[in-house]
């Protein structure tokens, strides 16, 4: 579905990078540019100390700067506040049996 999008919008392939990998390794091991947006969109049922230990890796490690947009969608009845704690809510919007939250680093 990204790839479909990416060329609907006709976005050149220097633009972006798909990476299909296990996101606590890739992250541990990241050294890149940092991003400007980042999308979450885990399984309903990952446990929440996995997402809190993705979230310190994305605000401690230089994979963000001050302005990035974290997206994160989940289950709207899942207690996010640990996972979240060092980031800060900009918008928070409900669908259905999901939300999605707008973060960012600083």
Known sequence: MIEYNIRSLKIGSEKYKIIRNDVLKFLKFYRGPEWDIIFLDPPYKIKSDKM???FDIISTKKVSKANTLIVYEYFFKRDIKEEIKKLKLIKESHFGD???IY???Y
């Open 52 to 54: 809190k230990e993705i």
């Open 98 to 100: 999901k939300k999605v």
């Open 103 to 105: 973060l960012s680093p």
